[in-house]
């Protein structure tokens, strides 16, 4: 018995889809045909592409048959397969949603005009189909909706090793173990693009924490260089000192075998060429005043570097030696000596043990074009330049070695001659050298 036809304003059709007369009759024939067993039953002229798309929906059914208690029976058999569960878990979810209530879902009516495009895009769904003037935009909307209904249909799959159509469980299995799988690639390439846009650490420390540690050292060195430098200053003064105290005792070594005389060789008529060829002349005339102090290392009583201060970088210009006669070079000079050219050598028992006899570098000398020269801008009270002109060791004839501000023993200065105005040319003395002191290169 076919069932009786419903038309599209029967009261009983649920308000999802309201089907026109010709696709109601369609439907008809179709339903009574399954009805009877037989095949696809007669359909209406014109109306198989327009729905064939709706008939489709049935076909889904089909895939899913159902037990006479209402419950559907999948191949429930033993699987080796690892996603068994999640196939399981699928599959018991359709079966949900097919005993679920159906959602009610309002259907807007299709207008005249839209309902003339889409027979025309049925017609011609293997072609483009006669479309009416005009309406060319509203048919390629409806040729989109209408393309998710055929991406709903099953299509037709290889067949499996049992020489069997896959079945719609077969289909969904694939389905699910293909979108499973696409979702473990797709969260590894997240995680691989995670890793390589964090950025490079080297040992777990960052280019900021590296700038600041760099930035901490050069603030506590910048603190900490006057401290050293001044550390630095007071132990070459220091060092200094001791030299002048072992200078000092080769002194009166000397003097003790040189009949109480400081050491002075013949006077020539000047005193002012410190480490130049003719210190001492043709006839073994001493031209320079430094050559006197230099017997000390000539003659063995004391090393060259004995007589450098610390303070001097060039005190080893010119290399020093026995075999030398005097300083190479006047910036190697490191000490000035008591002026030695009087008309009378400088005898111990006859001076005063205060006189200051060595000293560092008298400041009123300077070297211009490797020449000792006056300096006429100087000051009479100037300190040394060595020591970054804080002042100077001053050593006296009785051994004791003085660390002063002022260039004075008592109120005699020791850069220049008592009573004395003016510059020097080289050729000065002072009237009693055993008295007053006069320091010079």
Known sequence: MSPTPLSPG???LPDLVRLNEADGAAADAYLASRARGAGFGPIPPGSSERVAAVLGLFSLLDHYPVDEDGSSAPDTAAS??????LIRTTLSRVEMARDAKPLAVAVTPLSEADGQVLEAVMTGRGEPGPVPPGELERAEKLRGVLSLLDQLSLDPAPQSSDDRAPTASDLLIRRTLDAAAEQRQRERFAQQIELFSEPRRTLGVSLRQILTAAAVFVLGISLLMPAIERSRAEAQQVACATNLGIAGQQISAYAMDHAGML?????GASWLKTGQPDAIDDAGRYQSNSAHLYL?????YTAAERLACASNRQANVGGAGVRQLDWGTPQAVSYSYQNQHGASPIRLDRSMPSLAILADKNPLFVVRRGKIVFDAEAKPDA???LHRSRGQNILTLDGRVRWSKQPKIGDDNVWQIRGHHGGYIGNEAPLHAGRDSFLVP
Do not use: N, T, Y
């Open 10 to 12: 029967d009261a009983s």
């Open 296 to 300: 000390l290392i000539r003659q063995g």
């Open 263 to 267: 050491p002075r060789g013949p006077v």
């Open 383 to 385: 300190r040394s330049s």
């Open 80 to 85: 080796d397969a690892p996603d068994e569960a």
